[in-house]
T-cell receptor
Framework: EDQVTQSPEALRLQEGESSSLNCSYT??????LFWYRQDPGKGPEFLFT???AGEEKEKERLKATLTKKESFLHITAPKPEDSATYLC?????????????FGGGTRLMVKP | DTGVSQDPRHKITKRGQNVTFRCDPI?????LYWYRQTLGQGPEFLTY????????KSRLLSDRFSAERPKGSFSTLEIQRTEQGDSAMYLC??????????FGPGTRLTVT
């Protein structure tokens, strides 16, 4: 059974203090790994898709990387508006429906 | 830009009542997904449609839950005889055949 574990559960940063969020996964065959951002009371907002080990994607202050066992979301010089819960999810090959299996999320708080 | 929409955004109901939620996906997307999210957790897959066909159901989807997608357009999720354990955020997502899933804002259900 697919397992996705995110750490830490919560992270407090000062504005400008760079850090990384971790997503480790166990899946028979990874089709894709997805990062989403979720603000309180709202649906997840798509950020990145990674398909193979070594792949990297960037968007503004965020950079996602992928290895065979985990993914990292690096946040460079975060701002208070980056405060949100960051979710990672995996899709498995052989899963015709392409449904996502999510981790529990990392709640990021950036203080000014 | 017409993203995924869900209605209602909030629903408060008494235990034992039936409730129905609606999801309107992005128009060109033929895949539609329902997920459930409880506080502090990541979304969990409930069911999936490709066009009008319901192709996959999670074990989380008890007999009290039913979903439809008539004519492959909007979808409804009905919960009969609601229980307090049904209180959660119900999320709808849509995607093309291959690609990212885009989520709606969710329907927050509170069962009293």
């Amino acid at each position: 059974e697919d397992q996705v574990t995110q750490s830490p559960e919560a992270l407090r940063l000062q504005e400008g203090e760079s850090s990384s969020l971790n997503c480790s996964y166990t899946v028979s065959g990874l089709r894709g790994l997805f990062w989403y951002r979720q603000d309180p009371g709202k649906g997840p907002e798509f950020l990145f898709t990674l398909y193979s080990a070594g792949e990297e994607k960037e968007k503004e202050r965020l950079k996602a990387t992928l290895t065979k066992k985990e993914s990292f979301l690096h946040i460079t010089a975060p701002k208070p508006e980056d405060s949100a819960t960051y979710l990672c999810a995996v899709q498995e090959w052989g899963n015709a429906g392409n449904m996502l299996t999510f981790g529990g999320g990392t709640r990021l708080m950036v203080k000014p | 830009d017409t993203g995924v929409s869900q209605d209602p955004r909030h629903k408060i109901t008494k235990r034992g009542q039936n409730v129905t939620f609606r999801c309107d996906p992005i128009s060109e997307h033929n895949r539609l997904y329902w997920y459930r999210q409880t506080l502090g957790q990541g979304p969990e897959f409930l069911t999936y449609f490709q066009n009008e066909a319901q192709l996959e159901k999670s074990r989380l989807l008890s007999d009290r839950f039913s979903a439809e997608r008539p004519k492959g357009s909007f979808s409804t999720l009905e919960i009969q005889r609601t229980e307090q354990g049904d209180s959660a955020m119900y999320l709808c997502a849509s995607s093309p055949d291959r690609g990212e899933q885009y989520f709606g804002p969710g329907t927050r259900l509170t069962v009293t």
